[in-house]
């Protein structure tokens, strides 16, 4: 415990008590850090979020996350709440119209797929971008960002949120690079389970894939809580020399081909 002691974070995407943001929060407030926690101003009517606010002693700056000056704000009013450089971001954020509206992949609509790209992958870029003009960031600090492997591999249901994700991992090797020379500070990605929360079962067909990666993986997928305790570990000084990964968090799911229980389910149909 206290991996976090005297460190201040800004925490992203936490929408009810099942977002992984969520869990993220409560650990790192466990874990001894102050915390700033964000989310789109819509995501406020909900309500949800005042429960976690309350419940860790945490204020809410609502951003939108496509928006410059709101993420300006976030970061200005951060640094005045937390009384210093942030040490820590997570970015849980991730949307496609597209993906809500059911539109196939073959024949999507433009307009929203550039509302997917700009909302899960391109405001990685304007966080980090106005922190770093800002210098809001301390000095090893550390970035982490949520993302899928439908980012490397094909998975038809996941729409044009796999180009999304393709882009976030970019942006974290491309701003890595900058940022670590800068101020050696780290930015990696961790690459997630599916996961049972509003955004994971946004999509069609995510309960039959939730099952299957679960037979595939040898320890099972992995959930929202032991995602919350590897984004801890990455934002401790424990992990200070990894920075510009695409860490897989998923019980051994991407590297199994296949499993005797998927084999042995075949074989009963
Ligand atoms: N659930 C899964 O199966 C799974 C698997 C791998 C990666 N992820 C990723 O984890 C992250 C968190 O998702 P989650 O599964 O906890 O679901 P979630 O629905 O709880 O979180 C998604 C968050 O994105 C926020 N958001 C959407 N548009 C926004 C905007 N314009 N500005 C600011 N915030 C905005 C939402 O309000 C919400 O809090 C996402 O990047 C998601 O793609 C999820």
């Known amino acids: 415990m206290n991996l976090l002691k005297g460190k201040r974070g800004i925490i992203s995407g936490a929408l009810d008590s ?4 969520w869990k993220v929060a409560e650990k790192a407030h466990a874990h001894g850090a102050q915390i700033v926690l964000t989310n789109a ?26 928006s410059v000056p709101d993420l300006t704000n976030l970061f200005t009013k951060s640094q005045e709440i937390l ?7 997570l970015h849980s954020i991730g949307m496609s119209p597209n993906v809500r509206k059911n539109l196939p992949y ?15 992958a391109m405001s ?35 729409n044009d949120m796999a180009e999304a994700k393709a882009m976030l991992e970019s942006i974290v090797r491309s701003f890595g690079y900058h940022y670590g ?13 599916p996961t049972k929360t509003t955004a994971g079962s ?6 039959d894939f939730y099952t299957y990666a679960d037979a595939i993986s040898p320890l099972g997928n992995a959930s929202a809580e032991s995602c919350a305790d590897y984004c801890i570990t990455l934002f401790s000084d424990l992990t200070r ?10 019980g051994g799911y991407s590297t199994t081909g296949v499993s005797n229980e998927v084999m042995e389910k075949l074989a009963n149909n």
Not at 41 to 66: C, F, N, Q, W
């Open 18 to 21: 099942n977002s992984i943001a």
């Open 41 to 66: 101003p819509i995501a406020m009517r909900m309500g949800e979020i005042k429960v976690l606010s309350a419940k860790i002693k945490a204020e809410i700056i609502p951003a939108d996350a496509t």
């Open 83 to 89: 009384e210093g450089k942030i040490d820590f971001v």
């Open 106 to 120: 073959t024949d999507l609509n433009y307009d929203f797929y550039m509302k997917s790209i700009d909302i899960s």
């Open 124 to 158: 990685l870029h304007k966080m980090l971008s106005v922190a770093y003009k800002m210098d809001a960031l301390s000095e090893w600090a550390s970035v982490v960002a949520l993302s899928y492997i439908a980012a490397q591999r094909t998975y038809p249901f996941y």
């Open 181 to 193: 020379k800068a101020k050696k500070i780290r930015i990696n990605s961790v690459s997630q389970s």
């Open 202 to 207: 946004g999509i069609k067909g995510f309960g």
């Open 241 to 250: 020399m990894v920075t510009m990964q695409n860490l897989y968090h998923d």
